[in-house]
């Protein structure tokens, strides 16, 4: 392993689409969706190991989550699991973890990666990492890992590329935000755009100068702290009220010059909907995607069922393309295809008396 390499896991968000399995109390990240046995962010921290060792795996997520983070990443350092005070978008973190790592080492080259995120290919993955740490250590390259795309997809961000002959990266052209199905099928029909999977590798000098010009008032806000010792946490939060919120690709990537992008085919899904759980998990003789052990089913077909009692049986008769639900706060029963309403669902609850009980 290279002691030089480093990874941060963002581990801060809510999941609010995968209500009510995930709460504020226990987002997304926590829990083992597909039934694996273990939990996403454990997925995410056993793939990356592999390649880095566990004193060099930070974990950055909301101050509320710092324990349980720790509960469920026993192997990672305490002090590697940093708590942000207020969610502010991707690019805060990215460059507090930069900040945080170059003070350690200033040779650090960083993977940055969502804690959430379904990769199969693990050997794929692995060898597209050693191949993106190479780069970005011998150039001042910002990497990003594309994923073939195998369906006009809306709800993902894509990544348009100049092809190269013979060439196992290429230099981003565009970034384009989550497009219509119309301009999604255009982009599939032309073969030079991937899914922007969210998954990041550069050196700590290259993303720190790329702050420095895109981002300056942020940077000069970072620089006012001092890292890894007593005085860092008061300071992050003095300046985190202040810091513009701001995305890692608005602020940075689609600005710059100097990213490149490595083509992956990864069996990846940032599992992103209960939609997204159903297409990836272990389905019975009629299409239902059942984690819970006293689950009958009657003339019901493509349905995910998720019963977190596991001594309550559940009876379901007459159900197609469902998602079934049920928690110790909440029940969910709505068709798949409304999976995007969930959000909407969410919102409505908050907004009853006492609402946030269910949340």
Not at 80 to 102: D, F, Q, R
Request: glycine share 4%.
């Amino acid at each position: 392993m290279n002691n030089n390499n480093y990874c941060v896991i963002m581990a801060g968000g809510i999941g609010s689409r995968f209500w009510p399995m995930s709460t504020q109390k226990f987002p997304k990240q926590f829990h083992d969706i597909l039934g694996t046995g273990r939990t996403m962010i454990q997925q995410t921290f056993d793939r990356i190991n592999q390649l880095i060792p566990k004193e060099n795996i930070f974990v950055i997520t909301n101050q509320e989550y710092v324990e349980l983070t720790h509960q469920q990443l026993p192997d990672v350092p305490l002090e590697n699991i940093v708590g942000e005070p207020a969610m502010k978008n991707t690019s805060a973190c990215n460059l507090y973890m930069a900040k945080k790592i170059e003070a350690l080492n200033p040779d650090a080259n960083m993977i940055v990666m969502p804690a959430d995120h379904l990769i199969l290919k693990e050997k794929t993955f692995l060898d597209k990492v050693d191949l993106a740490f190479d780069l970005a250590s011998k150039n001042d390259f910002l990497m990003t890992l594309g994923i073939t795309p195998t369906r006009p997809d809306t709800g993902y961000g894509y990544i348009q590329f100049i092809q190269e002959k013979d060439e196992n990266f290429s230099k981003v052209k565009t970034f384009t935000e989550k497009p219509n199905l119309e301009i999604a099928k255009s982009f599939m029909e032309s073969g030079d755009f991937l899914w922007n999977a969210g998954i990041f590798i550069w050196s700590a000098k290259s993303i720190l100068k790329a702050f420095k010009k895109y981002l300056p008032e942020m940077t000069n806000q970072f620089n006012s702290c001092e890292y890894n010792c007593e005085s860092e946490k008061e300071c992050i939060n003095v300046i985190y009220p202040i810091v513009n919120k701001v995305s890692i690709d608005n602020g940075i990537l689609e600005k710059a010059n100097n990213v490149y992008v490595i083509p992956a085919n990864l069996g990846w899904s940032d599992l992103g909907t209960w939609t997204s759980v159903y297409t990836n998990a272990d389905k019975n003789d009629d299409n239902n995607a059942i984690s819970s052990k006293n689950v009958l089913t009657y003339n019901s077909k493509g349905n995910v069922i998720r019963i977190k009692n596991q001594n309550k049986a559940a009876v379901i008769d007459g159900l197609k393309n469902y998602i079934i639900v049920d928690t110790e706060k909440a029940l969910l029963i709505c068709p798949r295809d409304n999976d995007q309403l969930i959000k909407d669902y969410v919102l409505d609850l908050k907004n009853l008396k006492k609402g946030e009980r269910f949340m």
